[in-house]
């Protein structure tokens, strides 16, 4: 089985984001939700993605005493 080590992050494929003009696709923009995982409120990894391009917070939630930030990615 595999378990976890914290700190950790988990990722997955959300949406894709798919423009039209003219009924043609031009555009697909994968999005991401990132959970970044830590025993500890204040991860320094949390702000790194954070100053990238096309992110945003989500929210934050604690479960089993570790702390669970929520941040959108477009990528």
């Known amino acids: 089985s595999l378990l976890m080590k914290y700190?950790?992050?988990?990722y997955s494929?959300?949406?894709?984001?798919?423009?039209?003009?003219?009924?043609?696709?031009y555009s697909?923009?994968?999005?991401?939700?990132l959970v970044v995982i830590d025993y500890?409120?204040?991860?320094e990894v949390v702000q790194k993605i954070l100053d990238l391009p096309l992110s945003?917070?989500?929210?934050?939630?604690n479960h089993d005493?570790?702390?669970?930030?929520?941040i959108t990615l477009y990528y």
């Open 7 to 10: 700190p950790a992050i988990r």
């Open 13 to 25: 494929l959300s949406d894709i984001d798919t423009k039209y003009a003219d009924n043609l696709s």
């Open 28 to 33: 697909n923009r994968n999005r991401y939700e």
């Open 40 to 43: 500890l409120p204040d991860n």
């Open 56 to 61: 945003s917070f989500d929210r934050r939630y």
């Open 65 to 70: 005493g570790l702390v669970h930030d929520v």
